[in-house]
């Protein structure tokens, strides 16, 4: 959409940056910045940068959850003291945490 609407101010298709912002529906102040950043650096500078949000537990490790990072994590949070095999047997008797994908399927029943 960046780059659309840039190319738009660009070519005269659109007069100004207000005009442009109300035909994609954002206010001005973004535009002006759209094009200032493409007259300065190109279409690299329109990229969408999304950042990734680290997950609350992550410096614990990587995305591999062993017994004893489970159970280095319940003492954190929790207080309690978990063996490996105490992890081991409360992981099989809990049932997983629904992820996005198990939310939007529809359930049998």
Known sequence: MRLRVVAALES???GS???AAQVVQ?????VGSWRRAYRAS???ALAVKRKR???PYEPIGGPLWTRPLVAELVRMVT???MTERGVGK???RTPP???SSTRRRRMPG
Do not use: N
């Open 26 to 30: 954002v206010s001005e102040r973004p």
């Open 53 to 55: 949000r680290p997950g």
């Open 79 to 81: 207080g309690a003291v």
């Open 97 to 99: 945490a629904p992820t």
């Open 90 to 92: 409360w992981l099989r």
């Open 12 to 14: 005269g298709t659109v």
């Open 42 to 44: 190109g279409r690299e």
């Open 17 to 19: 940056c207000r005009q």
